[in-house]
Nanobody, 118 residues
Framework: QVQLVESGGGLVQPGGSLRLSCSAS????????IGWFRQAPGKEREAVSC????????NYADSVKGRFTISRDNGKNTVYLQMNSLKPEDTAIYYC???????????WGQGTQVTVSS
């Protein structure tokens, strides 16, 4: 079965950190751009970050630049999103997918909940 599974979410205080993982099964991530996306309650899903297949190129939404870092370990078939200096407005369900734009994603996984609250 071809799928991506997100993990690593949780409850964290403002200023804290989390590392999300996106693990693939049934196919090799190494051939794909992988994006992280999020959807907060009452808001549209948005792109957070994206990494090229070789990891030579990354991009970030302005709202997370300087705080989030995307990386990949093709040997482990996993992409990560290190999130530092978390803010309450980062609270959302986070998803990973092949591709960098919301409209290019065909199907979504379950996501992982990130809640930033004191």
């Amino acid at each position: 079965q071809v799928q991506l599974v997100e993990s690593g979410g949780g409850l964290v205080q403002p200023g804290g950190s989390l590392r999300l993982s996106c693990s693939a099964s049934g196919f090799f991530l190494r051939y794909y751009y992988i994006g992280w996306f999020r959807q907060a309650p009452g808001k549209e899903r948005e792109a957070v970050s994206c990494i090229s297949s070789s990891a030579g190129s990354t991009n970030y939404a302005d709202s997370v630049k300087g705080r989030f870092t995307i990386s990949r370990d093709n040997g482990k078939n996993t992409v990560y999103l290190q999130m530092n200096s978390l803010k309450p407005e980062d609270t959302a369900i986070y998803y990973c997918a092949t591709g960098c734009q919301v409209r290019s994603v065909g199907s979504w996984g379950q996501g992982t909940q990130v809640t930033v609250s004191s």
